[in-house]
């Protein structure tokens, strides 16, 4: 099995910045993608970025110049900078692997609250 730990959520006002962390652990042979989606109350769960093993990334429109992407492939650890943080941006953030244990599959966190008071 596979455990992604998430990490860095929290409240932080309008304009502010907060970084999130996630260490996937467990029968891990191989990470493909790594990234973060997002869910706020009364919406579907949405992409936020997204990063492959080899450093191409993804991000969803309304994040980009905002937000940047980075990961750890020693450390099978990804991280998501928010800056420029919006009221909107409030939601749960999940942490997402395509991780392969015997068979290739997607895993997810428990997720973490981030909430961007005006």
């Known amino acids: 099995q596979v455990q992604l730990v998430e990490s860095g959520g929290g409240l932080v006002q309008a304009g502010g910045s907060l970084r999130l962390s996630c260490a996937a652990s467990g029968s891990i042979l191989s990470i493909n993608a790594m990234g973060w989606y997002r869910q706020a109350p009364g919406k579907q769960r949405e992409l936020v970025a997204t990063i492959t093993s080899g450093g191409s990334t993804n991000f969803a429109d309304s994040v980009k110049g905002r937000f940047t992407i980075s990961r750890d492939n020693a450390k099978n650890t990804v991280y998501l900078q928010m800056n420029s943080l919006k009221p909107e941006d409030t939601a749960v953030y999940y942490c997402?692997?395509?991780?392969?244990?015997?068979?290739?599959?997607?895993?997810w966190g428990q997720g973490t609250q981030v909430t961007v008071s005006s």
């Open positions: 997402y692997c395509y991780c392969r244990t015997r068979l290739w599959s997607d895993y």
